[in-house]
Each structure stands twice: as structure tokens, then as C-alpha cells.
């Protein structure tokens, strides 16, 4: 099988690993009724294991689409193929009230190669957000217990990504690269209220969008050799902030309960939705490629972007863009890997010890009020996949503790085990006879 008929299997092999997810949520989430979804985690399995660190490292044997400018990194003999799936159990909690929700999903598919001297390419489906809930609550209407009421959420849905990234280390030291993208997604969610008393309308609103549109990535990293053992790289990112061209809607259904008569009013916000601009900045320190330690800090600037929310004022319902829906979000995040020696004969010497710990802001509110932050720590091990045929490949494995909470709001506990598969083969390898 030559070159271009690998790359092609490749192309298909992530395509029908991801097909199938596409339909699915990766999240049981409440919060995921706001903004775009619940952001995904953008990473694979060996920066998970890192919760998300990455930003800073340059890694020859992994695919690091955070930065871009990595890809100038990859090693020259090999083509990478990497693939992750997760699993979670996440706890509920809310005036003392619980409730536990499991999920699963198959999350991305990656892959590198280097395509000439200090340049370096990839490709892959990943993950933007996720929508994905289904609770309702009762009560009764002004303290009166002769009518009953039952508010029912749900969604599904998300956004997905398709990218082809370059990575170019254009002067000894310095990178440059980008990741152009496709963004394409259906998001829906509706709100049931419905009621005892024969003689009060339900009400349903629908709320649909669609999404097909570009993002654009950019990403630089300088690595400064302090002496023959340590070395400092400093990576900074790039996202263009721009609207989607979406047009969401929103249909409202009155429906009479005595004469099943039903009043339907729509409305379209036009161009509605939007992603923000996006800073990120990271520093690793590499001892002897042993001990890596970094962090990272990146902000969403999503305050003043307009979002629609449907509205009733004055008796006059409308659906239109408000700009004090979301807020700005930061994440800071700080860890690193051990591997006591990646080329040494012992097994138990090339594994990869993995940790990591973030904090992050909500980007939306929620009644006016900040969402909820988000605290979350994991760690992982690289373990060397060694057969007579490779002993590059790599089995990523890190579990995560995610923590989201707001004053008044619900608290999600969440434990979520990754599972990354890293395929690395010598592609390029010339072979010699004597």
C-alpha cells in the first residue's frame, strides 16, 4: 500500500469511527440548555491525562491540535493516527435532592505526519460542544394546590469539527501554524408547560439551530534550549471570533387542553449565533525528556456577544439577540508527565505518569447570574504498546474529576475515564540490505 492509499484509509477509518457519535451527546448536563453547549474538551488522550495541558509541548509522537504550530515537531519517520473514547458517571445534586446519570462517547479522531523538513501536518474530527439533557419540574401555580404545573426541558444536538492543520518551524527554534476548520451541527431544545387545571393552555417552545460554517486557528511556539538537558518552550494560540451565518428559530405552540385547538407563533433570529475570539498562552519546561511541567491560560471573549432569548414584554412575545447573556471565560490549568527513559528496554521505564489540575469560569448566565465554574483535576499513564512489528504506539488512559457549581444553582460531580489509542507507524522509514 503506497502513500497516498494510506492516507486516504486513514481519512475513511475517521470518518466511520466518528459517524456514528456524531448523533450522540457527550453530556447528560443541565447546563448544556445555555449558549452553544457544554464545551467539549478539545484535547487527546495524552493531554488529558494532563487535564487539557498542552499548549507549551512539543511532542514527536502525538498529535497536539491545541497548538497548531506543534505539528513542525512530529517526528519524520512515522504517521500517527490517534482515536479516544470517554465514559462518565456524573451526580446530580440540588436542595438535597440527587440523581446519578451515566454516558458514553466516542470522541475524536486525529492524525500527523510530517510532510517535509520542519513541517509537519494533521487532520482529524473532534468535538466543539455538546447539548444533551432531560428533566422536568413540578410545582404548584401562586401557592395554590388546586393547579398543578410541570415545566419539561429537553435537547440534543452539538456542534461538531472537522480541521487540516500545518505546523511550520520556519527559523531554528520557532514555529508557526493554523487549523482550518469546519463547524457543522444541529442543536435542538424545547420547553414543555403543561398543567392540571383542563382550562390553562399547555405552552411548548422549539427552539432549532443549524450550523455550517468555517474557524480559523493559529498557534506559535519558541523553544529555548537552556543547556543540553533543560529547555523552555512558550506557545500562544489564536482563535478568530466570528458569527456562524446560523439563522435559530423558535416556534411557540398554545394548545387549548378542552378543544385540543392549537395557536402556533414562529420567529427567526437572523444570524443569531456566534463564536467568540479566543487567547491562549502556555509555558513547558522539558528536563532530558524525562519530566515535562506546564501551564496554560486561555480566554473566550464572549462578553457583548449577542445571543436570542425568547421574551414576553407586555403581553408582546419576541425572540431577539440580547448582549448580556454570556460572560467572558478563563481557564487556567497546570501539569506535566514523567517518563523515567521513552527509549529504554523496560517496559515499566517507558511508561508515561500523567497529572493535571484546571479551574475555568462559565461563559453564560444563568437568571442573570454567573453559570457555574468549574474545577477539575485528573491524572493518566502513556502505556507502550510493544508487539514485533511496533513499539511506538501508545494506550492513553487518565480518569477526571470535574466539579461545576454555582451559588443557588445545581452541582455536577462528575468521573469520566478517557481512552486514547496512539497508532505509530514507520511510514518513512527507508529500509537498507547489505
Known amino acids: 500500500m503506497d502513500f497516498y492509499k494510506k492516507i486516504t484509509s486513514t481519512v475513511l477509518l475517521a470518518s466511520l469511527c466518528v459517524a456514528p457519535a456524531a448523533a450522540q451527546s457527550g453530556t447528560n448536563s443541565p447546563y448544556s440548555q445555555y449558549g452553544l453547549g457544554v464545551q467539549s474538551e478539545q484535547t487527546s488522550g495524552f493531554n488529558r491525562?494532563?487535564?487539557?495541558?498542552?499548549?507549551?509541548?512539543?511532542?514527536?509522537?502525538?498529535?497536539?491540535?491545541?497548538?497548531?504550530?506543534?505539528?513542525?515537531?512530529?517526528?519524520?519517520?512515522?504517521?500517527?493516527?490517534?482515536?479516544?473514547?470517554?465514559?462518565?458517571?456524573?451526580?446530580?445534586?440540588?436542595?438535597?435532592?440527587?440523581?446519578?446519570?451515566?454516558?458514553?462517547?466516542?470522541?475524536?479522531?486525529?492524525?500527523?505526519?510530517?510532510?517535509?523538513?520542519?513541517?509537519?501536518?494533521?487532520?482529524?474530527?473532534?468535538?466543539?460542544?455538546?447539548?444533551?439533557?432531560?428533566?422536568?419540574?413540578?410545582?404548584?401555580?401562586?401557592?395554590?394546590?388546586?393547579?398543578?404545573?410541570?415545566?419539561?426541558?429537553?435537547?440534543?444536538?452539538?456542534?461538531?469539527?472537522?480541521?487540516?492543520?500545518?505546523?511550520?518551524?520556519?527559523?531554528?527554534?520557532?514555529?508557526?501554524?493554523?487549523?482550518?476548520?469546519?463547524?457543522?451541527?444541529?442543536?435542538?431544545?424545547?420547553?414543555?408547560?403543561?398543567?392540571?387545571?383542563?382550562?390553562?393552555?399547555?405552552?411548548?417552545?422549539?427552539?432549532?439551530?443549524?450550523?455550517?460554517?468555517?474557524?480559523?486557528?493559529?498557534?506559535?511556539?519558541?523553544?529555548?534550549?537552556?543547556?543540553?538537558?533543560?529547555?523552555?518552550t512558550i506557545g500562544l494560540t489564536y482563535g478568530l471570533g466570528h458569527k456562524l451565518n446560523s439563522d435559530p428559530t423558535c416556534m411557540v405552540i398554545s394548545?387549548?387542553?378542552?378543544?385540543?385547538?392549537?395557536?402556533?407563533?414562529?420567529?427567526?433570529?437572523?444570524?443569531?449565533?456566534?463564536?467568540?475570539?479566543?487567547?491562549?498562552?502556555?509555558?513547558?519546561?522539558?528536563?532530558?525528556?524525562?519530566?515535562?511541567?506546564?501551564?496554560?491560560?486561555?480566554?473566550?471573549?464572549?462578553?457583548?456577544?449577542?445571543?436570542?432569548?425568547?421574551k414576553v414584554v407586555n403581553n408582546v412575545p419576541s425572540y431577539s439577540l440580547t448582549d448580556d447573556y454570556y460572560s467572558d471565560r478563563y481557564k487556567v490549568t497546570l501539569g506535566g508527565e514523567y517518563c523515567a527513559n521513552e527509549?529504554?528496554?523496560?517496559?515499566?521505564n517507558r511508561i508515561r505518569f500523567r497529572a493535571g489540575a484546571s479551574y475555568a469560569s462559565s461563559y453564560y448566565k444563568v437568571n442573570g447570574q454567573d453559570g457555574p465554574d468549574e474545577i477539575s483535576v485528573s491524572v493518566g499513564f502513556g502505556i507502550p504498546i510493544i508487539n514485533m512489528y511496533n513499539n511506538r504506539s501508545l494506550l492513553n488512559i487518565s480518569g477526571q474529576w470535574v466539579h461545576s457549581a454555582a451559588n443557588g444553582l445545581l452541582t455536577e460531580n462528575t468521573f469520566r475515564i478517557n481512552i486514547g489509542i496512539t497508532f505509530n507507524e514507520r511510514w518513512f522509514m527507508k529500509w537498507k540490505v547489505d
Open 255 to 310: 394548545t387549548n387542553t378542552t378543544t385540543a385547538v392549537a395557536d402556533t407563533t414562529s420567529f427567526t433570529a437572523n444570524n443569531g449565533l456566534e463564536i467568540p475570539t479566543t487567547f491562549g498562552a502556555g509555558l513547558a519546561w522539558n528536563y532530558d525528556n524525562k519530566l515535562k511541567l506546564g501551564g496554560d491560560f486561555t480566554l473566550q471573549k464572549w462578553d457583548g456577544i449577542k445571543f436570542p432569548v425568547y
Open 49 to 232: 491525562g494532563m487535564n487539557g495541558l498542552g499548549l507549551g509541548f512539543r511532542e514527536g509522537n502525538q498529535v497536539n491540535y491545541i497548538n497548531p504550530a506543534s505539528y513542525s515537531a512530529l517526528d519524520s519517520l512515522t504517521f500517527i493516527f490517534d482515536a479516544g473514547l470517554s465514559g462518565q458517571i456524573t451526580n446530580f445534586s440540588e436542595n438535597g435532592q440527587k440523581i446519578n446519570a451515566n454516558n458514553a462517547d466516542f470522541e475524536y479522531a486525529v492524525a500527523a505526519f510530517r510532510a517535509s523538513k520542519h513541517l509537519g501536518v494533521s487532520f482529524g474530527i473532534i468535538p466543539f460542544t455538546n447539548v444533551g439533557y432531560n428533566y422536568s419540574i413540578s410545582g404548584y401555580l401562586n401557592g395554590d394546590r388546586s393547579t398543578a404545573y410541570t415545566n419539561t426541558y429537553n435537547g440534543s444536538g452539538g456542534i461538531h469539527q472537522f480541521y487540516v492543520g500545518a505546523g511550520w518551524e520556519f527559523v531554528k527554534g520557532l514555529s508557526v501554524g493554523a487549523n482550518i476548520s469546519y463547524l457543522w451541527g444541529d442543536i435542538d431544545r424545547s420547553v414543555t408547560n403543561s398543567y392540571s387545571d383542563g382550562y390553562i393552555n399547555t405552552l411548548s417552545k422549539y427552539y432549532q439551530a443549524s450550523i455550517s460554517n468555517y474557524k480559523l486557528d493559529f498557534g506559535l511556539q519558541y523553544q529555548l534550549a537552556l543547556n543540553k538537558k533543560n529547555s523552555l
Open 343 to 348: 527509549m529504554s528496554r523496560n517496559f515499566f
